[in-house]
């Protein structure tokens, strides 16, 4: 037990946690305007890949990054016009959208870098290592927080300042107004697709910087199909934290220490099977206890949804 | 004539799309620095080239088609079912246990594995159908989630309870099963299994139940207006379980065609690394979960991913311009199904105008 639960696992608990929370922060934008984003994970996986092709172009981490942001805003661009301007189902286009990320970035990495399957390169440099004066010489805290790549602490930096956005702002109040009755909010003059492109773009920058610390982050490597699941479980996170920031960290913990449980359960004679199944087990029963009625009826309310 | 006329408007969408993943793939193609017209040129040998091509497409076909079947049926009935790979690969291992295990002459075991087959894949989609009816969890992303656990569970049961020790490779699948219990070949030498002719006949029957029975009717109004279906009296969860159960079935059965006719083992990673599954929700996509443009669509999405296969193998083009064409088909076809809605809504306003 005690070297089951030692500060590095924590460590990597808030390492692993970060794509999810960055990513579902997105959602939970796209659900404050009332869009079920279910593109999040083809929107990683195109962050990821754009983040190690920017690294690759430009020999430089922040490039890269910003190239990644671009690369993913085009994509939620696309997004939203159709399903805002063309008034398609979102989760239709969210489902096109992951296929279409699945093969544009298979096909790009053959066309750039002429690889089956997987990219990595031992030379390109990733994320730096930020060690936090003052906390890294605390002793066991130290371990679990100094030491992280920038993303992490900016993931947790923008739960704070959402969070404070979304309900101590003008411009907050108006986002959700969108999401809660457009028709009312349009009454009173608020431009309502422009807001709800601003949030899904700005959902497009949380996706890329969650693909950058995935591909960037610890190993510089990509996969294909790197995200395997995260984009959903991020998904997850943003309905059990009801689009609720500071909820969305919490179910956003949980699952990233989870996987880190779950990675750290290897080295015990366990089939990895049933450690790998471990996160997607806990997503459902998660998922089981923390009901979120108001989805249901937003679902329904949009009309062609799961239920 | 009316109904003549209807069936070409339905097409020419459809061809639309194509041509627009066709202009896709043809810049994709420029981007490698390939020529157009000779890589198209090698893609259609690859799919429809001559006979034993011909008979591989149809092969590739066959689980998308059950696959795709399943969801179209799900999605008619308003029910966003991801959950077919998990439902295909627990179909898949089902099938295949049952046809190592179970004794008795091999036309009754070939039978009972399908079954199964189809028992397996309908009650894994069941559980995610009643998880959301009774507990109010989130079938789009149950079903997604109920994936993964399908994928490592079946991964476990043939890396260590029922491995293949005989081999000498250490791969993670099954014994072989008997030759006794295989799907026939429909032509000798062929790919091509009674796994397709099923697929093509449960179509039709999945046509027929949707458009032509009660209950169908019921799904698909469940589907297109879910408050108006509940006031005329439609029982929505037995209608979600109903769909559901068949949805998965469909999966599990083929799963179980992959197994029986095709590769005669359950070998782990086999049925989602070819992303049958997922091709058969693109069929569905494409066809607007109608049963019969489904399977066309299938072939259509097969012919891609062989032709894909075959222009490799003759020139520098990567097989991966297939798939960039089938995802710019697929989204191409969701934002038309929004620009048909925008236009009728247009089309009112205008009406409104005139009056």
Known sequence: ?307 | MNRVKETLRGLVQPLLAVFIGLIAGAVAILIVGGNVVDTYAEMWKGAFGNFYFFTNTLARSTPIILAGLGVALAFRAGFFNMGAEGQMILGGLSAALTALYLPGPGWFVCIAAIVAGIVAGGVWSLFAGWLDARFGMNLLITTLLLNYIAIYFGGYMVSYPFKDRTGSAAMAQTPMIDQSIWLPKLFQGMGLHAGFIIAIVAAMLIYWFTHKTVTGYEIRMLGSNPSFATYGGVRRIRMMMLSMVVSGGLAGLAGAGEVLGTQYRFLDGSLSSASYAWSGIMATLLARSHPLGTAVAAILLAALQTGAMGMERNTDVPLEVGSVIQAVLTLFVSAQIGYSFLKRRKEKKSNATTV
């Open chain 1, 1 to 307: 037990m005690q070297q089951l639960f030692d500060a590095a696992m924590f460590g990597s608990t808030l390492r692993i946690m970060t794509p999810i929370l960055l990513a579902a922060l997105g959602g939970a934008l796209c659900s404050r305007v009332g869009l079920f984003n279910v593109g999040l994970e083809g929107l990683v996986l195109i962050g990821a890949f754009s983040a190690i092709v920017g690294n690759y172009l430009f020999g430089n981490v922040l490039l890269a990054v910003l190239f990644s942001i671009i690369i993913v805003m085009l994509f939620s661009a696309l997004f939203a016009f159709i399903s805002i301007n063309l008034k398609a189902n979102a989760i239709v286009v969210g489902i096109s959208l992951n296929f279409l990320a699945a093969g544009v970035t298979t096909f790009a990495l053959r066309a750039i870098f002429d690889v089956k399957g997987a990219y990595y390169d031992k030379d390109m440099v990733g994320l730096p290592k930020w060690d936090i004066p003052l906390i890294k010489d605390i002793p066991w805290v130290g371990d679990v927080l100094s030491g992280h790549s920038p993303l992490v602490y900016l993931g947790i930096v923008l739960v704070i300042g959402l969070q404070f956005y979304l309900f101590k702002s003008v411009s907050g109040f108006r986002l959700r107004s969108v999401g809660e009755n457009p028709i009312a909010a349009q009454s009173i003059g608020i431009k309502v697709r422009g807001i709800q492109y601003g949030a899904v773009l700005m959902c497009g920058v949380l996706c890329a910087l969650a693909g950058a610390q995935l591909s960037l982050g610890q190993v510089t490597m990509f996969t294909e199909g790197m995200t395997a699941g995260r984009g959903f479980i991020a998904l997850v996170a943003t309905m059990l934290g009801q689009a609720n920031p500071l909820g969305v960290m919490g179910s956003s913990v949980l699952f990233g220490f989870m996987e880190a449980l779950s990675i750290r359960l290897q080295g015990f004679s366990l089939p990895t099977h049933f450690t790998l199944m471990l996160p997607y087990i806990v997503t459902l029963v998660a998922m089981f206890f923390f009901k979120d009625r108001t989805y249901a009826q937003d679902a329904l309310k949009a009309g062609g949804s799961s239920r």
